[in-house]
């Protein structure tokens, strides 16, 4: 008799309750005969060697401890597998990954990048210089999640865009400063999900940083299902190749998802590639948790 595979869904206790993948998921480990059980990365009682993979879904208090976090990718690889592997996790937690990707061909949403201890005034009038035909501009930390952080300024407003550039970079935090790409008002952002290199599905998630200043975060409402276009898978498959061949990996990721918006001349550019603890949108796709278990059954096979 083929012997159970053991996986630890690795999540933490605040994030747990709003990882609406994870019941899924659980169940379609279930149905893969994969005996699946969540746990918090942050529980030192866990006994990883006992598994034979540790999944990353949805230890969002990270964002906070990342050093921590990356600390504990370590020890859990020198005890089994960890899906993504922990350079894929280095790599895609840091924005700075968009200016690999461009290299690489891929199509980004243009990005200038601000470390600390440069002057925030220089480097925000650059940037402006350099796209005159922007009238509106995004400031964001290269590390960071759920738009936290994240501004929308108008060229006009450069005291408030310097200081807030200044307040990151005090914090010895890098930051990235974009173009505002203006499609996301009326067209969303569609985030495409792909499971060992294949295309699962997508969603169309509405635009977070609305004019008046406000910052929503990506809830549940904030999205709904919708296909992704040949153009646009074109395009996050580029982006997967690339990482693939960047990080020097032997096969596809097992999970990826592949943030897109439209540029100016309607082509998909990357606003973000999520390889390490995405939230996949599994209950927007009839079958994609089946899909996911059945991916990981198969790479555990092999
Ligand atoms: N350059 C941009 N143009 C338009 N909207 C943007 C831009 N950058 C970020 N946003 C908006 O802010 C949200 C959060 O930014 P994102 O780069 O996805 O960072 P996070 O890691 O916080 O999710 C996006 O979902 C999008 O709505
Ligand atoms: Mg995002």
Redesign the pocket.
């Known amino acids: 008799m083929p012997s159970v595979n053991r996986i630890a869904l690795v999540t933490d206790e605040a994030s747990l309750p709003i990882d609406y993948d994870m019941p899924l998921l659980l169940d379609a480990c279930q149905e893969t005969g994969l005996k699946a059980e969540t746990c918090s990365w942050e529980d030192p009682g866990v006994h990883w060697r006992g598994f034979d993979a540790v999944l990353l879904r949805s230890p969002w208090s990270y964002v906070e401890r990342l050093p921590d976090f990356l600390a504990w990718c370590e020890s859990v690889t020198a005890l089994t597998r960890l899906f993504n592997p922990l350079r894929v996790s280095r790599w895609s937690l840091d924005?700075h990954y968009m200016a690999d990707l461009s290299a690489h061909g891929v199509p980004v949403?243009p990005s200038g990048f601000v470390g600390p201890g440069a002057d925030p005034f220089p480097a925000w009038r650059g940037f402006l210089a350099e796209h005159p035909g922007a009238g509106e501009f995004?400031v964001?930390p290269t590390v960071?999640?759920?738009?936290?952080d994240?501004r929308?300024f108008t060229r006009s407003s450069e005291p408030e865009a310097v200081r807030h550039v200044s307040r990151l970079l005090d914090k010895g935090r890098h930051v990235l400063l974009?173009?505002?790409?203006e499609s996301?008002d009326r067209d969303g952002?569609t985030d495409l999900v792909y499971f060992s290199g294949v295309y699962s599905h997508a969603i169309r998630?509405s635009?977070?940083?609305m004019p008046d200043g406000t910052v929503n975060v990506?809830t549940f409402e904030s999205r709904r299902a919708r296909e992704a276009t040949e153009d646009e898978r074109a395009v996050a498959s580029a982006a997967l190749d690339a990482a693939v061949s960047h990080l020097g990996l032997r096969r596809p990721l097992l999970y990826a998802r592949v943030?897109l918006?439209r540029g100016a001349d309607r082509s998909p550019v990357v606003?973000?590639v999520e390889l390490c603890e995405p939230s996949l949108n599994l209950s927007f796709a009839e079958g994609s948790a089946l899909r996911f278990a059945r991916a990981l059954a198969d790479r555990l096979r092999s």
């Open positions: 924005k949403v995004v964001k960071g999640a759920y738009s936290k994240v929308r974009q173009p505002y790409v996301v952002e998630k635009a977070m940083l990506p943030d918006i606003l973000e």
